[in-house]
Each structure stands twice: as structure tokens, then as C-alpha cells.
T-cell receptor
């Protein structure tokens, strides 16, 4: 999607290793979000950010940490990857003013073996 | 958590109007109804949103009942590319919501 990119697009990693996913935006939006999507669960919020160095937990935050040192970048880290974290991860952004929709990235497919 | 109820799946013939219902009986007065769709494994795509009045854009129309407890998304002339999972969500529209996605409606357009 225009203005938001996720990297990598695909990753396979071993159980117990740390993994960092990156979300980069060029829209200068204030809010950034990390979701995971698993079959039968829809999208579930992991963490979100409402400004540089301002983050908060979502409904499935255990095992994940985030950082936002710049407006344009929001990093999601799996401290010690487990097989239950095999999922598709989506980043989203929003400006935080008025009534509008979120913009989602194309996703990162992570497999933990 | 904000909850919506949608049919699990629907079919629609190509070229016909697709009408996707959503119940949101717990919506409050300042919450908007949003519709997103997800095609294959792509990221969800914003379609339309509304508060009280019916809305129309280049993609779809949104009809909200007077009591705001339900809404219908209308794709006026469905094409095969409209095959997707459609999500109905409500939120206050300030951009800082933790949007809750349900499992949505899987719409299949039949040639």
C-alpha cells in the first residue's frame, strides 16, 4: 500500500531466536499498529504507538515488544520466537484526527520452526 | 470490546448488487461504522464509513438504519475482483482506537 511498507515480506526462523519486523511509513501519521492474523481469529492487535516513544499493549501482547524511535518506523520484536507466533503480521497507520480509515501494509508472513 | 455480527459467508452473481448486512446493537452515539475488506492474504483495505447518514463513494454505499443498530454495505455492480472477506467495525474515529476485527463475511462473486 502506498505510504506504508513492511519488511521482510516472508521470514522463516527457528524457535528461540529473536526476530524483528519493521513497519515504515512516509505519511507522517501519528498512530501505528501491529496486528497478527491467524485462521479463525480475524486480526488481533498486538501493540500500538501514539507517538515517538509512546506505545501501549493490545490484546495479544505477550511475547512481543515494540519500539518507535522515529515517527516513520515502528518495530515489532519477538524476543524468543515460538511456534505459536507463526502468523501473518500486519502494520497499520492512521493520522489520529477526524473521521477516516486506517491504512494497512501488505503483511509479513512469519514461520517459526 | 466493540462487537458486530455478520453472516459467515455470502454469494452474489457477477454484475448484481451485493448487499452485506451487519448488526451493531451496542454502538454508541459518537461511534462510526467502518467497513474494510481483505482480498486473499493482502492487508485490509478501507472501503467506507459513516455515522448517521447514508454514505456513498466510488467503491460502495453504506446504509445505516435510523436507530443505528445495523447497517448494510452495498457493492452496486459486483465483479469477480470483489471476492473478499468484508469486515464491519465501529469506533469513535479519532485514530487512536484499538480496532477489533471479527471474522467478517466471506463474499464470493459467482461468474
Amino acid at each position: 500500500d502506498a505510504g506504508i511498507t513492511q519488511s521482510p515480506r516472508h521470514k522463516v526462523t527457528e524457535t528461540g531466536t529473536p526476530v524483528t519486523l519493521r513497519c515504515h511509513q512516509t505519511e507522517n501519521h501519528r498512530y501505528m499498529y501491529w496486528y497478527r492474523q491467524d485462521p479463525g481469529h480475524g486480526l488481533r492487535l498486538i501493540h500500538y504507538s501514539y507517538g515517538v516513544k509512546d506505545t501501549d499493549k493490545g490484546e495479544v501482547s505477550d511475547g512481543y515488544s515494540v519500539s518507535r524511535s522515529k515517527t516513520e518506523d515502528f518495530l515489532l520484536t519477538l524476543e524468543s520466537a515460538t511456534s505459536s507466533q507463526t502468523s501473518v503480521y500486519f502494520c497499520a497507520i492512521s493520522p489520529g484526527q477526524g473521521d477516516y480509515g486506517y491504512t494497512f501494509g501488505s503483511g509479513t508472513r512469519l514461520t517459526v520452526v | 470490546d466493540a462487537k458486530t455480527t455478520q453472516p459467515t459467508s455470502m454469494d452474489c452473481a457477477e454484475g448484481r448488487a451485493a448487499n452485506l448486512p451487519c448488526n451493531h446493537s451496542t454502538i454508541s452515539g459518537n461511534e462510526y461504522v467502518y467497513w474494510y475488506r481483505q482480498i486473499h492474504s493482502q492487508g485490509p483495505q478501507y472501503i467506507i464509513h459513516g455515522l448517521k447518514n447514508n454514505e456513498t463513494n466510488e467503491m460502495a454505499s453504506l446504509i445505516i438504519t435510523e436507530d443505528r443498530k445495523s447497517s448494510t454495505l452495498i457493492l452496486p455492480h459486483a465483479t469477480l475482483r470483489d471476492t473478499a472477506v468484508y469486515y464491519c467495525i465501529f469506533a469513535q474515529g479519532r485514530g487512536n482506537e484499538k480496532l477489533t476485527f471479527g471474522t467478517g463475511t466471506r463474499l464470493t462473486i459467482i461468474p
